[in-house]
């Protein structure tokens, strides 16, 4: 069986571009990557990814402000070589620090300030 691959692209912003960088730190990335996207788009920042795991990740980065499409990368025989879905978590196994905006799996505290969270959503 033939999987197609995809990649994500981002083509510019769609906001302003200080919003746009805090909202990509707050997303984990660095500061000299989103330097790179913003002088070189269009520019690929995902590939060789899942149909579901591209939405997913173009998803976050519209959320953050960027303008992005979704393009067919290759094929892949399904086998050892061919990219595997990773299990899809519910959306209620992520949360959003209130002190510093992390979006993370749920924790007890936030993984970057340490702040408390409250109570592990339920089951």
Known sequence: MVIKTYRVVFQGL??????????M??????SETVDRMLSTA???MKQGLTLREARVYAEAVQEAGGRVCIREH?????GEN???APPVRPLKSFTR?????LKQ?????????GCRLGQ???S
């Open 14 to 23: 769609l906001t302003r571009e200080t919003t746009f960088r805090e909202s």
């Open 25 to 30: 730190e707050r997303l984990g990335v660095e």
């Open 42 to 44: 269009p520019v690929p």
């Open 74 to 78: 290759g094929e892949v025989v399904e």
């Open 82 to 84: 061919a990219p595997t």
């Open 97 to 101: 620090c209130p002190e510093c905006g």
């Open 105 to 113: 799996e749920w924790a007890a505290t936030c993984a970057r300030c």
């Open 120 to 122: 592990e959503p339920a």
